[in-house]
């Protein structure tokens, strides 16, 4: 049996716009990721009277776990996560906020050493924290967040409050996710201005 070309008007329309449906997505350009990082933080001076016995071990920051994906993502309503468009963090974001509120910490502490996961001298103190919120609210323009910590003395150091949390409310965000990574970066510093508080005075 022979197969010949179909002569029926409508098949002879429909195949050259399939085809240039097709060229014409293979041309169109793909779509740039945007790379998304936390503010860059200046690194507290060198002091030269570090005290050997007062060395803070800060483990890596706990995080809900579906702020562990690689895209970025704000919340979209009570039961709604949403991902910013062609938008993924440049590193696992825990280990971006581990390394932030380090500095932050480091930036409070004068005299003392604070590391995160190897220390020069052997930790006095080890520090956990456990970020259980930690949301851009995108239509409210604010970050709602929630941390709690403990700390786990490792020798025989001044003694310290066994545990402490904060939470709190970043207004006035920009409809962008730098916004959002700028406010949890801000809201490190309220994080580590209360726990280097919280080591003045135990």
């Known amino acids: 049996m022979t197969l010949t070309p179909s002569k029926h008007p409508m098949t002879r329309w429909l195949v050259p716009a399939a085809l240039a449906t097709v060229l014409a997505g293979c041309a169109a350009p793909a779509q740039q990721t945007t790379l998304l990082t936390l503010p860059p933080r200046l690194a507290a001076a060198p002091d030269a009277a570090l005290d050997t016995t007062r060395v803070l071990q800060l483990a890596r920051l706990t995080i809900p776990e579906y702020l562990t994906a690689r895209s970025a993502r704000y919340r979209a309503d009570d039961n709604t996560l949403a991902p910013w468009p062609a938008t993924v963090w440049a590193e696992r974001l825990e280990v971006a906020l ?12 004068p005299g003392w050493q604070v590391c995160e996961d190897r220390c020069p001298a052997p930790p006095s ?38 545990a402490g949390q904060r939470s709190g409310t970043i207004n006035g965000l920009a409809d962008t996710p730098q ?6 970066a801000a809201w490190s510093d309220q994080l580590a201005e209360q726990i280097a508080k919280q080591i003045a005075t135990p």
């Open 179 to 184: 916004a959002g990574a700028a406010a949890m």
């Open 98 to 109: 581990t390394r932030d509120l380090a500095a932050a910490l480091r930036l409070r502490l």
């Open 125 to 162: 103190h080890r520090l956990n924290v456990e970020l259980s919120a930690l949301e851009h609210q995108r239509s409210a323009h604010t970050l709602q967040a929630q941390a709690r910590w403990s700390w786990q003395a490792t020798s025989s150091p001044p003694p310290l409050p066994t």
